[in-house]
């Protein structure tokens, strides 16, 4: 047999016999991840449940006017609701940011905080006026939310009102 013939031989067998074979592989290996795939456990719907509850909290707004001065308490309202995320370093710059900001511009900042064992994200908007007065917009768990509406009816009305 001449070595061109023989070579045009093993190009027209070779996908003949590696097409099954690679094919039984492939199905093969399919069969054996499916099976690994279908032996984990199906969680139940109260594990379902709590891991919806642990990601996805909920989640209340509020809008509170104040003095600048009146700051620091309204922050340690927040730091006496939530059990960590809300550190002494990130309020001292908060308030440094909320001094420093110039009139009639919007900024934010977002913390992490934990509140009753479940982890939420506590974003806060604020605009300054040019009567050095703030408006805060938080958002967040509604055990924060609902501290800072109870706070904000302690602060004297004088420090809401006009220039």
Known sequence: MEPLQALSRFFMWSPVIVAP??????VLFKRRWGRGYD???????????????REFTPSRRTTIRTQTEYLPFLFECIRENIDSGFEDPQMYSLLERIELHRPDEERSAMFTVVAGQQRSDLHLRWVRDSCDRIM???QG???IIRALRDHQRKIPKALTGLC
């Open 39 to 53: 032996r984990q456990p199906e969680a139940s719907s109260e594990e379902i449940l709590e891991e919806l509850d």
């Open 141 to 143: 768990a509604p055990g």
């Open 136 to 138: 805060l917009h938080f």
């Open 21 to 26: 074979l690679a094919w039984g592989l492939v």
